[in-house]
């Protein structure tokens, strides 16, 4: 038997006949004699293999082939999943963004450029000595205290740095930077509260809630804010820790004052959903019935680790227009880029902390449990 094609038939079990060729090239001195050696049929050249089924049936080209749905390892992945390509849905969920509207609330927003200084310096006037009283005048001198408030000036920032040819790259049909700069500002605002709450421990700054701030500390709760003694919707602790913030800013003139409040959401879910049994409202409404049109806010970002019996709860009266109680210093946002030679790096910072200039308008208590008994 020479090189050739031949054509061989057989039946499949339905009954219906194949029917395939199969171009076979020997080797040199190769001889097939009555039998086939395989191992010298070489697949390729010549009348390419072709399949026919019977009755209408047939295999087509692998060019057009279709895409097998019920393959787990296939690339197909149009003919079994749909991509909807307009939404995209986060992972995490994202703590609203307050200091920044505290700020607003009180006036209390500095500007500071990102000029390389890394200190701040506010003037301060202390109060004079009381004046003298009596039938006749006498001689009762007083002086000015001018001292002078510092506070460092640490930088919030994040960069991000990848191939050219990945930035080339679209992240679900949209330019990557562009999207990865909106996800960056909205960490740096996250940051603010974080920072602005809790002072940065490494670099020295206090924030509104911090041990080392402990005039404006309220102490140890109560006792646990879910307890109900009387069963009738009123939690009593709760109530009584809330009252000794208030006298707090009275004792310090502030009492008419509106008072702002953050607090963990735990404590938010507690006082709205313990309503009173005989008369309308709940804790939650009670709440807004006292704090003089002052608003509240609700956070997890107040401290690490919140849970139903670790919490905590932020007072903040709002300072006269003419009055600086605490300050938002903050630059601008600045974005930078670097090339290299097959890469490029964006980066994103500004300069931003907080300074509590007078304690009396601050009040704060932690460590707060929601347990009924």
Do not use: Y
């Given at each position: 038997m020479?090189?050739?094609f031949e054509r061989h038939a057989g039946k499949l079990e339905d009954g219906r006949v194949l029917q395939f060729g199969v171009?076979?090239?020997?080797?040199?001195?190769?001889?097939?004699?009555?039998?086939?050696?395989?191992?010298?049929?070489?697949?390729?050249?010549?009348e390419p293999t072709s399949w026919n089924v019977g009755q209408g049936d047939g295999f087509q080209s692998i060019g057009s082939l279709g895409r097998d749905a019920n393959s787990s390892g296939v690339v197909f992945r149009e003919d079994w999943q749909q991509i909807i390509r307009n939404v995209i849905v986060r992972s995490f969920r994202d703590q609203p963004k307050i200091v920044r509207r505290l700020a607003t609330l009180n006036g209390n927003m500095l500007q500071s450029n990102l000029d390389g200084t890394t200190l701040?310096?506010?003037g301060q006037i202390n109060d004079i000595d009381t004046p003298g009283h009596g039938m006749r005048p006498y001689e009762n001198h007083t002086g000015l205290s001018l001292t002078e408030i510092t506070h460092i000036l640490p930088q919030i920032f994040q960069t991000a740095s990848l191939p050219l040819d990945d930035w080339a790259q679209s992240a679900a049909g949209q330019d990557r930077w562009t999207m990865l700069n909106a996800e960056?500002?909205?960490?740096?605002?996250?940051?603010?509260?974080?920072?602005?709450?809790?002072g940065v421990t490494k670099l020295g700054t206090l924030g509104f809630i911090d041990t080392a701030a402990s005039d404006s500390d309220l102490g140890a709760p109560t006792?646990?804010?879910?307890v109900d003694t009387g069963n009738n919707g009123i939690l009593n602790n709760f109530r009584a820790d809330v009252a000794a913030a208030l006298d707090e800013f009275t004792i310090n003139s502030l009492g008419d004052k509106p008072i702002d409040v953050v607090m963990t959401s735990y404590i938010y879910n507690l006082i709205k959903?313990?309503?009173?049994?005989?008369r309308s409202g709940d804790n939650l409404t009670w709440l807004k019935s006292v704090l003089n049109g002052g608003e509240i806010f609700v956070t997890n970002n107040l401290q690490a680790s919140v849970s139903t019996t670790a919490n905590s709860i932020l007072f903040l009266a709002?300072?006269?227009?003419?009055?600086q109680n605490w300050a938002l210093i903050a630059s601008g946002l600045e974005s930078r880029m670097k090339e290299g030679l097959w890469d490029r790096t964006y980066g994103l910072r500004e300069k931003f902390t907080i300074k509590v200039f007078n304690s009396d308008y601050v009040r704060w208590?932690?460590?707060?449990?929601n347990a009924t008994s």
């Open positions: 020479g090189n050739g171009h076979l090239d020997t080797a040199p001195g190769v001889n097939l004699g009555s039998g086939i050696d395989l191992d010298a049929i070489q697949l390729g050249g010549g701040m310096r506010i960056i500002v909205r960490n740096i605002q996250k940051q603010e509260d974080i920072d602005a709450f809790r006792g646990a804010w879910g959903t313990n309503p009173f049994l005989h709002r300072a006269p227009g003419t009055m208590m932690d460590a707060i449990s």
